[in-house]
């Protein structure tokens, strides 16, 4: 054994994984990007419908205030076989913030604000992502939410460590 598996916990009888407690690097990522659990349920959901984006990302940037923005993006670039005919050769991009909540851009400059909560459900996110893969963000036709929870069952969880983000003393920058 390394001392580099010693130090993860590999074959040290320290691992927590499936234990219900964070590792260190994994309670230092919740620290930083709390947004992380909703990320990996958002990427469940596009999977469940066969969406998968070509890259999910979650991060922190610079917002517009000049604060913190927590954000999440998938995005599915152009020329993409998942995106419709019209779509494909600008793709799609659904992306969150923790300051503005969920909207859909393409490669051209179109925006769409979704009209869903700032943590929707999970399967609200790919239901919009499959509705918009197939018609363009500058037609007239927009994306309404189906029936059914309209926020993630978790977010009470997300909201707390949100309001613990932006609570503290000092910024990322």
Not at 25 to 49: F, M, N, R, S
Request: proline share 8%; aromatic share 6%; no cysteine.
């Amino acid at each position: 054994m390394t001392a580099i598996d010693e130090a993860a916990g590999v074959g040290s009888g320290k691992s927590t994984q499936d234990s219900g407690q964070l590792s260190v690097g994994d309670a230092t990522w919740a620290l930083t990007l709390p947004q992380l659990p909703y990320a990996d349920a958002v990427h469940a959901e596009l999977l469940a419908v066969a969406m998968p984006p070509s890259a999910l990302e979650a991060g922190v940037r610079r917002g517009r205030a000049g604060g913190d923005e927590l954000f999440l993006r998938a995005v599915w670039p152009a020329g993409t076989a998942l995106l419709g005919d019209p779509v494909r050769p600008y793709g799609l991009t659904i992306a969150w913030s923790h300051v503005t909540g969920w909207a859909a851009h393409d490669a051209d400059g179109h925006t769409l604000l979704l009209d869903v909560d700032v943590l929707a459900a999970p399967a609200l996110i790919a239901h919009a992502a499959l509705h918009l893969a197939g018609q363009r963000l500058d037609g007239g036709e927009s994306w309404t939410p189906p029936p059914g929870p309209a926020r993630w069952g978790e977010a009470v969880y997300l909201d707390i460590a949100l309001a613990h983000y932006e609570d503290r003393e000092q910024p990322l920058w």
